[in-house]
Structure formats: structure tokens, C-alpha cells
């Protein structure tokens, strides 16, 4: 068969889950209710012998004179005192069930029962912490509830009022004592305290004389606060700079000379004795020149130019004495004497510019040179505050550390010393432990606990019994157990749905079961036939299949009804069908058809002629469909003799030329080889499986028989009819 067709069947599953639980508990109610009757059985009889219980309480509200005062609320200081005195409401509660405090309330109460011990007294104490509901939280208070629990009244309320007297008397007693201690703890703690001040306090002032420092946290912020102003002042000068740097090489190259030059120049233009020689010159020049144009020699001639000399001199020793250090600039240069002090008015005021502007950028290079070194000399001491800080830091804090100690200390002796005189801790009695009142036994909680406790018990029984169980309860249970296309599932039959006149009260269940075909014209079913023979015609659509056998495991699983229901279904599709009851040692269709059973398959495998109309006829209740039906015939003498032969290997090839299909409903598989005789002679096999009465072994068994005959599916028979009320109405075919 091919097998990619496979997953052309699809069959609505079940989802595990609350359904499943509430389908076990409903199939093992019988376990469910007897656990929940015998749990309700035993809980009322605990209860009816049960002794009565009472039940006495008393509040006592605990607070110390010392926490309850506080300090003045100006001074925010903890108080510095022993660690006991703190009321600590866990151990409070430790001490209140202790059997010291309690040996002394049984002491007191051994006048009146002298059998009494602290371990009765326990088993029915209780001491716990108030809780104050404040908001969405749930705060401890001061309060601790004494509960005592016991069958006899008035001695509930005998004990608490022991109890009251003894934690009074062990309080007082114990905060005392507390007080005591922590007042000789703080006079052992002062002299301590006061040296490590003195130390402390000397270390501080030795810090400061050596590193001469008052407070180094105060200085290093003013020496980053002057470290910041410089590098803004720093910033501010080094763009003056470049601004005057830029200046500079403009007024250089409008003049032509170097700052030097333009002062020299501007120095002896200004100077009317230089210019007065300069004229001098020029006039002796122009005198010369005119000579010359007269005389090429001659004593005029020789005279100018000695005058000429004369007056070079005198201006050689005029731009010494205006220059002075300066005048051999002039000479290193290579300028004329005559020529550098000769400037216009417009040179004379670049030349003013360029030398202001030479003196501004020197007075700004020495202020950048100043700056940085202002500026390495700040980081140079502010690489030296971490290691100070550090060490001022550890010295400071100590020393006002041990002085809030001491602080505390002296003012901590002061108040244990007014608590002493004042008597410790107040204890107050909030409920004062009446006469018990009766609490138990409760008939209504004891048998909603018994209620609780039987479900639980029968849940656990019947899912043990579900457990223990090997029947197949559901369609998923055959898809588990073997590896089959589940083809479809046949609803259960509602008994008052087809026969309501069977469910009369008291009635026996035998008598209800519907008849064949009853159920065979039954919408539902019908519908479930219909879909399940298409699931069959799509799963062998490559290889249509002409014969088929219909069989399961056990005998009453539905087999022939399903057998009949197929053929209808088929014939409803325009196909001739035959059905074969093949069932030799136990024949049924024909009593449900109503046919004449003389003659049928028997005869025909026991003899030699064709199959005729006497033999085959036709399904009296379905004359309008091609449907065919070939009876059992006689029982004969041996069954597997007749079904192995070669006969019906031939009537088989006959059936599947004569007919569209040819249905066989053989004997179940187990325990006889007639299903397996006869489906060797058909193209596929059907397996029927009936929730509730068939077994998982049983389904296994059957399958792994029948696996080599071309086992082409598996259809689920009984199972829970869907909430679709589709065709509820629909009238029966």
C-alpha cells in the first residue's frame, strides 16, 4: 500500500488535559465516592468520641521605660549602651516558651495539680507576636498573644494566670540586670575612649605642623580653583599672541625692514639734527653734481667732496650718539647711513606700529613663559595633596568619631543611670485570661477536612485503578498502542436516543442494547461510516482496493455491524458491493437481515458450481442500493479446511471482477486462524477496536497477527459522541 497517502487521514483527537481527568474520575466514580464515604465515616466518628477542648488567651504588651524615651531631638545620636538592653521580639518569644519560665509556672500550680509537668504545658501553649496591619504590610507589635489549649475550662485559665505572674517577675528581674551590666560596660569604655581621643587629637595637630597645612581639603580646591585660572588666563594670552605674531609678519612685509630696522628708522627720522645733516649731504651732493657737469676736475671738486666727508662724519657720530649700542646694527646690516632715516610719513607711522607691535609680542611671550611656569609649579603641589588628603582624611574622621563616642557614652551612662533608678522595663497586661471557651470538636471543619481528605483518597484509588487497568478508554489509546492510520471513530450508542422506551428504572441493561439495525440507521453512525469508507478511498487512492476484511480482536466489538455499515456506505456512492459473512463457526448476518441461511459460502467452498442468485441475494432492506449478500450457509464439519482451499481463492477473483467491492466479515483474530485464512485472499484488512472492552495487549496481539496481511487501518468503535448537533435531527435512513 502506498504509504504517502497516509496523511490524507485526519481524525479529530482528543486534547489531553481536565477532560481526560474528569472522563477517568467519572468511569472510576464507584472508587471516588467510597473513599470520600469512608474518610466522612471516619471523621464523624472522630469527632462524636473526641474529648471537648477550650481555649483561654491573655495579651501582654512589653515595652522598656529605656526605648520608650527618647533623646532630645535636636541631638540625631544613637544610643550607645550594651546590645542587650535591645528588646529582641524573636527571643523574647524563646523565653516565653522556655521550660525554665515554665517550671516555675507549674511550680506555682502544683497546689492545686500536683500531676502537672512542663510537658503537658507545652503541648498546649501557644505564644506569638501580635501583627498590626498597616497599608498593604503587616507589622510587629509589642503584643504577644498566650494562647492555652486543654479539655479541662477552668484550668486554661489557671495556667495563664500563672504564666502572667512569671514573665512579669522574670522581666523585671532580667532588665535589671541588663541595666546593670550596661552601665559597668560604659564605665569600662570611657577611660578607653577618652585615650583614643588624646591619640587621635595628637596625630591630627603633628599632621598639621609637619606638612604646614590647616585644612587640605580647603587649600587643594584653591589650588585647583588658581591651576583653572591660569590655563584661562594661559588660553586668553596665547591668542593674543597669535594675533600679534600675525600682525607682526603683516607690518614686516608692508615695510620691508625687520622690527629692529623700523625702530632704528623711526629713531632717526624723528631726530632734526640727522635731518639737518641728511639736507646738508644732499645739498653738498647737488653742489658736487653740478661741479662735475662743469669741471670733470678740479679744487671745487675736491672741496665738496672733503665737506661731503665732514659731514658723513658728523652724521656717522649723530647715529652714534642717538643709537649708542645699536649704531653697529646699521653697520651688520649693510644699510646706508644716508638712506634708513629717511622715511615718509606713512613709513614713519608703520614703522611706529611694528615696533609697538614687536614690544606687545614680546611682553606676551613673557607673559606665556611666566604662565606655564605658574602652571607647572601649581601641578607640581597638587601631585603631593592625594597622599596628604589621604592621610588627613583617615586622621580627621577618627578623631571625631571617638569624640561622638565619648559624646555618647557619657550621655548613655546619664540615662541607664535614671533608668536603674526607675525600676527597668514596664510590662503591661492588654487581656487579662478568662475562663476557656469551648473550641473543638467541630463537627463542620472535621468533616470538610474528612470531605478533603476522601476526594483525595478516592482520586488517588481510582487513578490507580485507571492505572492498573489495560482497556482501551479512548481513540488515542489504539493510535498509542499501534502504528496504524486511525481511519475513524464510531460514536457510542445513547441507549434513550434509539430506544427510549428501554430505559425504564430497573430495568436490566441486556434488554436495552439496540439491534443492528437500529444502529445502522442511526444518523450518527451513518455519518461516521460515510467518513470513514472516504478516509479508506483516499488512503488506497493509488491502488484502489476491490476486496476487504473486516475483523478485530475480540468477538462483540461491532466488527459485522461496521462490516454492513461500510457496504452501505459504498453503495451510497454508486458502488456494486458484496458482502461475505465468512464467520463459518458462528453466523449472524443473515438473522440481522433476515435471509435464508440454506445455502451460502459454505456450499459454495464444498462444491464446484458458479454462484447463483439462490446463493447470493440481495439485502432485503436495501433495495435501492447494489448491495450484495453471500450468508455463512450450514456450519460445516471443518472451517479452516474450507477457507484455505484453492476454491476460495477463486470465488474471490470472481467476486472482485463481478463487483466494485467485496466486503468480508470474518471471526475475530485471536484464538482462531479464520481471519487470517481469509484475508490472504483479500487486497487489505481492516482492524475494529471497541472502547472499553478490548485491551491493549489484546489490540497488540491481534495487529502484530494480522501485520503481514496488508493492514490498512484501524477504526476506533464506541467512542464519545461529539457535542456537534448537526444531525441530531436528521431522520434515520
Not at 545620636?77 to 523565653?95: G, H, K, M, R
Not at 606676551?364 to 601641578?379: F, G, I, P, V
Request: charged residues 20%; hydrophobic residues 40%; contains cysteine.
Amino acid at each position: 500500500m502506498a504509504q504517502s497517502n497516509l496523511n490524507l487521514i485526519t481524525v479529530a483527537d482528543p486534547d489531553p488535559g481536565y477532560g481526560q481527568l474528569l472522563s477517568v474520575l467519572m468511569r472510576r466514580r464507584l472508587w471516588l465516592i467510597g473513599g470520600l464515604g469512608l474518610s466522612l465515616l471516619a471523621a464523624a466518628a472522630l469527632t462524636l468520641f473526641s474529648k471537648p477542648t477550650y481555649r483561654s488567651s491573655m495579651q501582654l504588651l512589653s515595652e522598656s521605660n529605656y526605648r520608650s524615651r527618647k533623646t532630645d531631638a535636636t541631638v540625631n545620636t544613637p544610643s550607645f549602651a550594651d546590645s542587650n538592653v535591645e528588646i529582641d521580639n524573636a527571643t523574647q518569644l524563646n523565653l516565653m516558651r522556655s521550660s525554665q519560665l515554665l517550671q516555675r509556672a507549674v511550680d506555682q500550680l502544683k497546689i492545686s495539680d500536683p500531676d502537672l509537668t512542663v510537658g503537658d504545658l507545652q503541648k498546649g501553649l501557644t505564644v506569638s507576636q501580635v501583627m498590626e496591619q498597616r497599608g498593604n504590610d503587616k507589622i510587629n507589635t509589642s503584643i504577644f498573644d498566650v494562647v492555652y489549649v486543654d479539655h479541662d475550662r477552668q484550668k486554661t485559665q489557671a495556667v495563664l494566670q500563672a504564666l502572667q505572674q512569671v514573665y512579669q517577675q522574670y522581666n523585671l528581674e532580667q532588665q535589671k540586670s541588663r541595666l546593670t551590666k550596661g552601665l559597668r560596660f560604659i564605665d569600662e569604655q570611657i577611660p578607653i575612649v577618652e585615650a583614643r581621643v588624646n591619640q587621635a587629637e595628637a596625630a591630627l595637630e603633628q599632621f598639621r605642623k609637619t606638612q604646614d597645612l590647616i585644612d587640605p581639603e580647603l587649600q587643594s580646591k584653591a589650588t585647583v580653583d588658581s591651576l583653572a585660572a591660569v590655563q584661562r588666563d594661559q588660553r586668553t594670552n596665547r591668542t593674543e599672541l597669535q594675533d600679534l605674531k600675525a600682525r607682526n609678519g603683516a607690518l614686516q612685509q608692508q615695510l620691508g625692514r625687520s622690527p629692529q630696522q623700523a625702530a632704528i628708522a623711526a629713531r632717526l627720522s624723528q631726530s632734526s639734527r640727522y635731518q639737518a645733516l641728511l639736507n646738508e649731504i644732499q645739498k653738498t651732493e647737488v653742489a658736487t653734481v653740478q661741479q662735475q657737469l662743469r669741471f670733470k676736475k678740479g679744487p671745487f671738486i675736491d672741496q665738496l667732496r672733503e665737506q661731503r666727508q665732514r659731514q658723513q662724519a658728523l652724521l656717522q657720530q649723530e647715529v652714534q650718539r642717538i643709537l649708542g649700542a645699536q649704531a653697529g646694527a646699521i653697520a651688520q646690516s649693510g644699510d646706508s647711513l644716508i638712506s634708513i632715516g629717511q622715511l615718509g610719513e606713512n613709513d614713519l607711522k608703520f614703522a611706529g606700529s611694528l615696533v609697538e607691535s614687536q614690544v606687545n609680542l614680546v611682553a606676551a611671550q613673557a607673559r606665556d613663559r611666566s604662565l606655564t611656569n605658574n602652571e607647572l609649579q601649581l601641578r607640581a603641589e597638587l601631585k603631593r595633596f592625594p597622599s596628604l588628603l589621604a592621610e588627613y582624611n583617615r586622621l580627621q574622621p577618627n578623631v571625631q568619631v571617638n569624640r561622638d563616642t565619648l559624646q555618647q557614652l557619657l550621655k548613655a551612662r546619664q540615662d541607664l543611670g535614671l533608668e536603674i533608678a526607675r525600676g527597668g522595663f514596664d510590662w503591661q497586661v492588654v487581656e487579662q485570661p478568662k475562663v476557656g471557651r469551648q473550641t473543638g470538636p467541630s463537627w463542620l471543619r472535621n468533616l470538610l477536612l474528612g470531605a478533603v481528605g476522601g476526594l483525595m483518597l478516592g482520586g488517588v484509588a481510582a487513578f490507580l485503578r485507571e492505572a492498573a487497568d489495560d482497556a482501551v478508554r479512548t481513540s488515542e489509546d489504539f493510535r498509542k498502542q499501534v502504528s496504524l492510520p486511525l481511519l475513524g471513530m464510531v460514536p457510542d450508542v445513547p441507549l434513550g436516543e434509539i430506544n427510549p422506551r428501554s430505559m425504564m428504572p430497573f430495568q436490566r441493561t441486556e434488554t436495552l442494547a439496540p439491534s443492528m439495525m437500529q444502529v445502522i440507521h442511526w444518523a450518527p453512525f451513518r455519518e461516521s461510516l460515510d467518513l470513514i469508507y472516504k478516509n479508506i478511498q483516499l488512503l488506497t487512492a493509488a491502488n484502489p482496493l476491490r476486496s476487504l476484511v473486516v475483523t478485530s480482536a475480540l468477538a462483540g466489538e461491532g466488527k459485522s455491524t461496521i462490516a454492513l455499515g461500510l457496504a452501505i456506505s459504498a453503495a451510497r456512492l454508486h458502488q456494486r458491493v458484496l458482502v461475505i459473512d465468512a464467520d463459518l463457526r458462528r453466523p449472524g448476518l443473515h438473522k440481522q437481515l433476515e435471509l435464508p441461511n440454506e445455502q451460502g459460502l459454505s456450499n459454495l467452498l464444498s462444491s464446484d458450481r458458479m454462484p447463483s442468485q439462490s446463493v447470493i441475494q440481495p439485502a432485503g432492506n436495501y433495495s435501492d442500493l447494489s448491495i450484495s449478500v453471500l450468508t455463512a450457509g450450514p456450519a460445516p464439519s471443518d472451517p479452516v479446511k474450507l477457507l484455505s482451499s484453492r476454491r476460495m481463492k477463486e470465488l474471490m477473483a470472481v467476486f472482485e471482477q463481478t463487483y466494485d467491492l467485496v466486503i468480508v466479515d470474518v471471526p475475530p483474530v485471536l484464538g482462531i486462524v479464520d481471519a487470517m485464512l481469509a484475508a490472504s485472499f483479500c487486497d487489505g484488512t481492516l482492524m475494529v477496536g471497541k472502547i472499553g472492552q478490548v485491551t491493549r495487549q489484546e489490540v497488540t496481539q491481534a495487529v502484530t497477527a494480522m501485520n503481514r496481511l496488508n493492514l490498512i487501518g484501524m477504526i476506533a468503535n464506541g467512542a464519545t459522541l461529539p457535542s456537534n448537533q448537526y444531525y441530531r435531527n436528521v431522520p434515520a435512513y
